[in-house]
T-cell receptor, first 114, second 113 residues
Framework: DGGITQSPKYLFRKEGQNVTLSCEQN?????MYWYRQDPGQGLRLIYY???????QKGDIAEGYSVSREKKESFPLTVTSAQKNPTAFYLC?????????????FGDGTRLSIL | GENVEQHPSTLSVQEGDSAVIKCTYS??????FPWYKQELGKRPQLIID?????GEKKDQRIAVTLNKTAKHFSLHITETQPEDSAVYFC????????????FGKGTHLIIQP
């Protein structure tokens, strides 16, 4: 799983501020995903992308935005509209557009409010 | 949408004993069932997965069983070791709607020495 890099590892957001989390993969995977993990909870899907220049909302997309301009990169922006952004954010990728392929995760970004 | 229930939330077993974690799902069209292991503060790691055309799959001390009729699948860990201590998540892909996985809430497995 060393092929998926998330940065930064820790991030702090001020009130009214947008922040962007980086996710880069060198696995040549078509599909990429963003999940949010809250303490004691499972992972919940925010956004996913099956191909460059295309992405779809997941179960909890409100207050978030993404882009997929390059195959290797899938950044997530947490906007000021997301009122409870404190969580552990995980990026994942899978080899093909077929969604039932194994997903491999990055090390995550922990976002907190100042 | 898909609903995944995972039990128990915490499981404590003696080292060397077996551990079983069970998940149930709601969508009968679900066709892919992975299990992830997550150590504290680290990424989830895929440990085993099963597809709907298979009833059981084994990999050394780990096995997964799937009962499509009852819509449940289970993770079995035999001869548990201290390094098995972690949070384990089941997940389900159902194919309809969002093309991501729906995760259970996790089981904290504690291996007692």
């Amino acid at each position: 799983d060393g092929g998926i890099t998330q940065s930064p590892k820790y991030l702090f957001r001020k009130e009214g501020q947008n922040v962007t989390l980086s996710c880069e993969q060198n696995l040549n995977h078509d599909a990429m995903y963003w999940y949010r993990q809250d303490p004691g909870q499972g992972l919940r899907l925010i956004y996913y992308s099956q191909i460059v220049n295309d992405f779809q909302k997941g179960d909890i997309a409100e207050g978030y935005s993404v882009s997929r301009e390059k195959k290797e990169s899938f950044p997530l922006t947490v906007t000021s509209a997301q009122k409870n952004p404190t969580a552990f954010y995980l990026c994942a990728s899978s080899i093909s557009r077929a969604p039932n392929q194994p997903q491999h995760f990055g090390d995550g970004t922990r976002l907190s409010i100042l | 949408g898909e609903n995944v229930e995972q039990h128990p939330s915490t499981l404590s077993v003696q080292e060397g004993d077996s551990a079983v974690i069970k998940c149930t799902y709601s969508d009968s069209a679900s066709n892919y069932f992975p299990w992830y292991k997550q150590e504290l503060g680290k990424r989830p790691q895929l440990i085993i997965d099963i597809r709907s055309n298979v009833g059981e799959k084994k990999d050394q001390r780990i096995a997964v069983t799937l009962n499509k009729t009852a819509k449940h699948f289970s993770l079995h860990i035999t001869e548990t070791q201290p390094e098995d201590s972690a949070v384990y998540f089941c997940a389900v892909y159902s194919g309809g709607g969002a093309d991501g996985l729906t995760f259970g809430k996790g089981t904290h497995l504690i291996i007692q020495p």
